[in-house]
Every structure is written in structure tokens, then in C-alpha cells.
């Protein structure tokens, strides 16, 4: 169980979690809309249904779908750093051991 | 042609690091300047999508109400539609634009800043390999 935590508490973990729970939200209200749709042949008591259900629904679908891309992009770019940070480092402890070498001779 | 390291080495200058010879290479230009610009770590694009993102929503929600408050006569209903949901569909996907181009501005000024640092190390160990007697 306390390993369970320990991944959700991870950023990048419970903010895919979100992104995806909110796109899933999107895909059942677009699901809701269609039912609400479905159900009335009056035009004027459908259109209700379409903006509520609908509209707002693929409104959240793209919003999550959007923040979920940036999301992956940014978690992407921030192991690239990492690994650029961890070049730079070896970059110094090379040059810190060619000048202690230099200062020897 | 390539390198060796008993070829000269130019760090370069901290107030203009474009400055020559690394503004000559061909392929690599210097970024022009350009008129004031939001600084790319400033989070304010980010929180701009939001709201714009969430007025959309609000719209749509706004649009709603309009739309299922006029039961009888959908000529009515309509322009509510286009000018609510549609509308409010637009400004989700503006607001989801806005932060993602925030955020790769912001990524992307973090990879040059640390691609530079690596260079610059990179210089120095060249040059401390060239003052090491043979």
C-alpha cells in the first residue's frame, strides 16, 4: 500500500492520473450528450443536450488531451536535462583531474 | 575536417557569447534581437492559457443555460450555440495553445542555458588538455 502512495505522490504519476481522468470525464459527458440527445425527437430539447454534453465534453477532452501532451513533453525534457546535467558533471570531474595532472608535472 | 587538441581554443566572452568566431560558423546564426518579449520562464503565459481555457468553459456553460432556458424555438436557440459553444470550444483550444507554447519556451531556454554550460566545460577541459605538457 505504501508503495502504491509512493507512485501516486509523484508529480509526473498523479498529474497523467488527473490529465487522464479528465479526458475520460470529456469522453462521458460527449456519451451523456448523446444519450440526452437520443431521447427527444424535439430538436429544441435536443439542442440543450449537444451544448452541455457535447460541446463541453470535447471541450474537456482536448483541454486534457492538450495538457496531457505538454505534460509527457515536459517530463521528457526534464529526464534530457538530467542526463545533460549528469554529462556536465562528468565534463568537470575530467576537468578537475586534468588540472590536478597539470599541476603535478 | 576535424579537430585535435593542439588546435587553438577560444572561450568565449560572458557578456555576448555569440560574439566571433562562433557567430561565423556556417549553419549557426546568432538570435536576432528582437522587441521586448515576456521572459520565457515568466509563469504568466501558463496561468493566461488557464483562464483563457477556463473562460471557455464558461462560455459553453453560459451557452447552456441560454439554450435550454428557450424550450420552444430553436431559430432562437441557435445563435446561442455558435456564438456560446462554438466560441467557448475556441477558446479552450487557444488556452491549451497558449501553455503548451509556454511551456516549450520554457523548456527549450532551459536546454540551451544547460547545452551552453556543457559547451563551456567542454572548452575549458579542451584547453586545460592543451596546457598539459606532452
Known amino acids: ?105 | 575536417m576535424s579537430a585535435s587538441l593542439s588546435d587553438p581554443v577560444e572561450i568565449r566572452p560572458a557578456d555576448d557569447p555569440y560574439a566571433a568566431p562562433y557567430d561565423e560558423v556556417q549553419g549557426l546564426e546568432a538570435p536576432r534581437r528582437r522587441g521586448p518579449t515576456l521572459p520565457a520562464l515568466s509563469p504568466i503565459p501558463t496561468y493566461a492559457g488557464i483562464a483563457i481555457a477556463a473562460a471557455g468553459f464558461v462560455l459553453i456553460a453560459y451557452a447552456w443555460s441560454k439554450v435550454a432556458g428557450i424550450a420552444d424555438n430553436v431559430a432562437l436557440q441557435l445563435p446561442y450555440l455558435v456564438s456560446g459553444g462554438l466560441t467557448g470550444l475556441g477558446l479552450v483550444m487557444v488556452g491549451v495553445t497558449v501553455v503548451n507554447v509556454a511551456a516549450k519556451r520554457r523548456d527549450g531556454l532551459l536546454r540551451q542555458q544547460q547545452t551552453e554550460l556543457l559547451a563551456d566545460a567542454l572548452h575549458e577541459l579542451r584547453s586545460a588538455m592543451d596546457r598539459e605538457p606532452q
Open chain 1, 1 to 105: 500500500m505504501d508503495e502504491i502512495w509512493r507512485v501516486l505522490r509523484d508529480p509526473r504519476v498523479s498529474t497523467t492520473l488527473v490529465l487522464a481522468t479528465l479526458g475520460v470525464g470529456g469522453l462521458v459527458l460527449v456519451a451523456l450528450g448523446w444519450r440526452g440527445v437520443a431521447a427527444t425527437l424535439y430538436v429544441a430539447l435536443q439542442l440543450p443536450w449537444l451544448v452541455s454534453g457535447a460541446f463541453a465534453g470535447i471541450a474537456l477532452l482536448g483541454f486534457a488531451l492538450g495538457l496531457l501532451m505538454t505534460h509527457l513533453e515536459r517530463t521528457e525534457a526534464a529526464a534530457e536535462r538530467a542526463a545533460l546535467a549528469e554529462l556536465q558533471r562528468d565534463a568537470l570531474r575530467l576537468l578537475s583531474a586534468a588540472s590536478r595532472k597539470a599541476a603535478r608535472s
